[in-house]
């Protein structure tokens, strides 16, 4: 794989974060206060752990799509500063102005999949889920921003708690059972954010001389990966 698609995309601070909560929410399931809900939703508590650690881990690695050329010139600086967040840049070695369009493992792939699994196992949820993807889906195209050299950014609590909020309003309304209210939670929070802050903004991408632009990567990551957390507390 290019070395360019595999980086550290954050601070040690943001790292430090993450990685609290992910011990956090193992620690609230391994003693039992979400381990009932959680089991019904056909995970254990050690499914958690892999998952939220397999997407932590895959953060760190993009799989490249296409390249576009960037209008404006390549950011050369290892440090971007987004929202109080510190994130990382690759280090650009070629002449070439030009924005490599990648997919994050653990940012966009992993939940995908995750996304799909629960869509595919619970078909009857998947009217609140969509419509909760709607919601967040608006909520992040309207708080992205572009950050020059970095990409799409979102500020860290906003599509998270989006989906949380909209999760249970839709299913008191609608589907008044943690497994939907789980279901909502996450897929909309996942889907909604890729594709409100990365998708719709993929034609801003240019103008930003980004090196590596990664869908669900550096800037949105943490909102991702952050709903995955929340929609397992609020179940």
């Known amino acids: 794989m290019n070395p360019r698609m595999v980086y550290l995309p954050f601070g040690i ?48 690695m993009n799989l490249p799509l296409f390249t576009v050329e960037s209008k404006v010139p390549v950011v050369k600086d290892s ?19 030009e924005t490599t369009v990648a997919v994050n493992v653990g940012g966009a792939l992993i939940p995908i999949f995750v996304s799909a699994y629960l869509l595919i196992t619970y078909p009857s949820f998947a009217s609140t889920a969509l419509a909760g993807t709607f919601i967040v889906a608006l909520v992040a195209f309207s708080v992205a921003r572009p950050i020059r050299g970095l990409g799409i950014a979102t500020p860290l609590f906003i599509p998270p708690l989006a989906a949380a909020l909209s999760a249970v309003l839709l299913t008191t309304a609608f589907c008044p059972i943690p497994e939907c209210r789980f279901v909502t939670a996450y897929v909309g929070g996942v889907l909604g954010t890729l594709i409100g802050a990365d998708i719709l903004n993929l034609r801003r ?13 550096a800037g949105t990551f943490d ?13």
Do not use: E, Q
């Open 79 to 97: 440090l971007v500063k987004s929202f109080g967040i510190v994130y990382r840049v690759p280090v650009v070695k070629t002449v070439k102005n």
């Open 13 to 60: 601070l943001a790292i430090l974060l993450l990685a609290a909560v992910v011990w956090a929410i193992v620690a609230l399931l391994f003693f039992g206060a979400l381990g009932t809900a959680f089991t019904k939703m056909g995970f254990s508590w050690s499914d958690a752990l892999l998952l939220l650690a397999a997407s932590l881990i895959g953060a760190g």
């Open 223 to 235: 909102g991702i990966f952050l709903t995955g957390a929340i929609a397992v507390l609020i179940v």
């Open 205 to 217: 991408i240019c103008d930003l001389g980004a090196p590596v632009a990664s869908i669900g990567g």
